[in-house]
Nanobody, 123 residues
């Protein structure tokens, strides 16, 4: 059974950085587009970033553009999210997902979900 497992969440001060990772088990995701979503308390889950499998083209939500960087890990079944200049609005549970198409995650069309990792930014 395929699973996505996120790691790297935690508590960080405003202005700080965190690096999230997502590893897929059970099957290689070398040919999958991957993405990150987040859900803040009391809010709907929202798109953060995604990356294509073929040429690593990245897409970002406006709220994180210039601060977050999505990349594929050294292992083809991993994807990372480097988050810099964090602020309190970035506090959320971050979820890893697969994206059926090159840019489908941004429009809400997703595949598998991980269980999420909590990021808390203190001011």
């Amino acid at each position: 059974q395929v699973q996505l497992v996120e790691s790297g969440g935690g508590l960080v001060q405003a202005g700080g950085s965190l690096r999230l990772s997502c590893a897929a088990s059970g099957r290689t995701f070398a040919t999958y587009n991957m993405g990150w979503f987040r859900q803040a308390p009391g809010k709907e889950r929202e798109f953060v970033a995604s990356i294509t499998w073929s040429n690593s083209i990245a897409y970002y939500a406006d709220s994180v553009k210039g601060r977050f960087t999505i990349s594929r890990g050294d292992a083809r079944n991993t994807v990372n999210l480097q988050m810099n200049k964090l602020n309190s609005e970035d506090t959320a549970v971050y979820y890893c997902t697969t994206c059926p198409g090159a840019d489908t995650c941004r429009s809400g069309l997703v595949g598998l979900w991980g269980k999420g990792t909590l990021v808390t930014v203190s001011s």
